[in-house]
């Protein structure tokens, strides 16, 4: 079985959403608007179409590895 090479290139994509209209990319202000593409509520995740994970408790990580803590009032 041949090896995807892909899955070894750390590079993000700019915006890997096949929506129409695209979902915000992950940079975007607007970032949490897109859609849901895998739900955890058990462990209080989910992932968007952007490559954005978000926590329950507001938090977010980046597809790049940064994140944001989570909102408070």
Do not use: Y
């Not at 750390?10 to 849901?36: F, G, I, K, M, Q």
């Not at 978000?54 to 980046?62: A, R, S, V």
Request: hydrophobic letters at 25%.
């Amino acid at each position: 079985m041949p090896i995807d090479s892909t899955l070894d290139d750390p590079s993000p994509l700019p915006n890997p959403c096949r929506h129409t209209p695209t979902c915000p990319s992950a940079d975007s202000s607007d970032r949490e608007a897109a859609r849901v593409v895998a739900s955890h509520p058990e462990q209080g995740w989910s992932l968007l179409c952007n490559e954005l994970v978000i926590f329950e408790d507001t938090g977010e990580l980046l597809p790049d590895g940064g994140g944001s803590a989570p909102r408070t009032g």
